[in-house]
């Protein structure tokens, strides 16, 4: 088979590899909200072309998780390449309209069902919070999210709403900085996971609700009011260099 064919076949592994490359520096906080990014210090840092980077920010900025770098007052009158997408306030509202339908939808199905949610998801939860891990409490919220969306069985739902889990990552990591906020929401997922498997669809239903409501509230205390976050204009600093941890290719 000619030498190109098989480029041709591997690149969309290679563009896979980072875009979830990418997707886990933005989701983990590695590259920040607002942080200008660009394809040649991607590329170096990833030690890949800058192609398959070009065309995982394409697929990024459709998901929304990068934008154009907004006007600056450098000498070239615009800041070069993308950044990644703020959070402000519009943003978290906008997110958590999403993710409340869809969990709402996952509860539901769930409680007709009547799935038993293994006790262990609460535990690990609970365990992290007491260690303080906030790394452990996202990924410990995320299973017993994914779980109830798995006992709705219907995969429609989990494809849809681990998209928007990644855009939610951003903002859990600062909202849990308050210990506060901490233990709260284990007791809603408990209260939650004993009315699914008593099959009390509309508790369920209203508690799931609650719960969705009560994250989007603490974390817009905790965001930039309004979206002024995404037009400011912005000086390029020195310190905008990026570190990844995780490599492609």
């Known amino acids: 088979m000619p030498a190109h064919l098989i480029k041709l076949e ?3 592994d290679l563009v896979e590899q980072v875009y979830r490359a990418l997707l886990d520096a933005i989701s983990a906080g590695t590259l920040k909200p607002g942080q200008r990014i660009t394809q ?5 840092q990833l030690a890949v072309s800058r192609q398959p980077v070009m065309q995982a920010l394409r697929l990024l900025k459709k998901d929304g998780f990068v934008q154009d770098a907004p006007v600056c007052n450098g000498p070239a009158g615009r800041c070069r390449g993308l950044q990644v997408t703020p959070i402000d306030a519009q943003w978290i509202e906008q997110v ?7 969990d709402a ?3 539901r199905l769930a409680a007709q069902r009547r799935t038993p949610l293994d006790p262990a998801l609460l535990a690990m939860g609970r365990a992290a919070v007491k260690r303080g ?4 409490m996202i990924d410990a919220d995320l299973a017993f999210h994914t779980a109830l969306y798995r006992a709705a069985q219907n995969p429609l739902i989990e494809q849809s709403a681990l998209l928007h ?25 408990e209260a939650i996971a004993r009315a699914v498997e008593r099959g009390d669809v509309k508790l369920a239903e209203r508690l799931m609700q609650e719960h969705s409501g009560h994250a989007s509230t603490q974390f817009n205390a905790r965001a930039p009011a309004g979206s002024a976050a995404t037009t400011r204009k912005r000086r390029p600093t020195p310190d905008n260099s990026v570190v990844l941890d995780s490599q492609a290719g």
């Open 96 to 102: 958590y309209e999403v993710r409340g339908a869809l």
């Open 40 to 44: 040649e210090e991607l590329a170096e």
């Open 133 to 136: 891990d906030i790394k452990a």
């Open 105 to 107: 939808l996952a509860v």
């Open 10 to 12: 591997s690149a969309p």
């Open 165 to 189: 889990w990644h855009h939610i990552r951003r903002a859990m990591g600062e909202a849990l900085q308050s210990a506060m906020l901490r233990e709260p929401v284990w007791d809603e997922h």
